[in-house]
Nanobody, 119 residues
Framework: VQLVESGGGSVQAGGFLRLSCVGI????????MGWYRQAPGNEREMVAL???????LYGDSVKGRCTISRADAKKTASLHMNNLKPEDSAVYYC??????????????WGQGTQVTVSS
């Protein structure tokens, strides 16, 4: 399974971004899709997670500024963030927990996309 992210880049503080992720491979069932981020010197942290029950989970630092969505038929997930702050600068990673034709349930990571917010 390969996850391909897009939509990162440089944004002014107060602006917005939309990140997209598409899963490529023999995915047969999805349990959850989410976005994580990692800034230099920091641990990877959850930004948003959308499990199968449809109840999104958001990291404390992005609550109220972030919306996650997914479309299982297309194996895609999107993240919308507004009112961006310089501290949102990080590499953003897509994550999917899924089964494939060849493997049991496990997590997969994208290669990451850089988001830089300037003040």
């Amino acid at each position: 399974v390969q996850l391909v992210e897009s939509g990162g880049g440089s944004v002014q503080a107060g602006g917005f971004l939309r990140l997209s992720c598409v899963g490529i491979g023999s995915i047969t069932a999805i349990t959850a899709m989410g976005w994580y981020r990692q800034a230099p010197g920091n641990e990877r942290e959850m930004v948003a997670l959308l499990p199968n029950d449809g109840t999104p989970l958001y990291g404390d630092s992005v609550k109220g500024r972030c919306t996650i969505s997914r479309a299982d038929a297309k194996k895609t997930a999107s993240l919308h963030m507004n009112n961006l702050k310089p501290e949102d600068s990080a590499v953003y990673y897509c994550n999917i927990v899924a089964r494939t034709r060849d493997s049991a349930l496990r997590g997969y990571w994208g290669q990451g996309t850089q988001v830089t917010v300037s003040s």
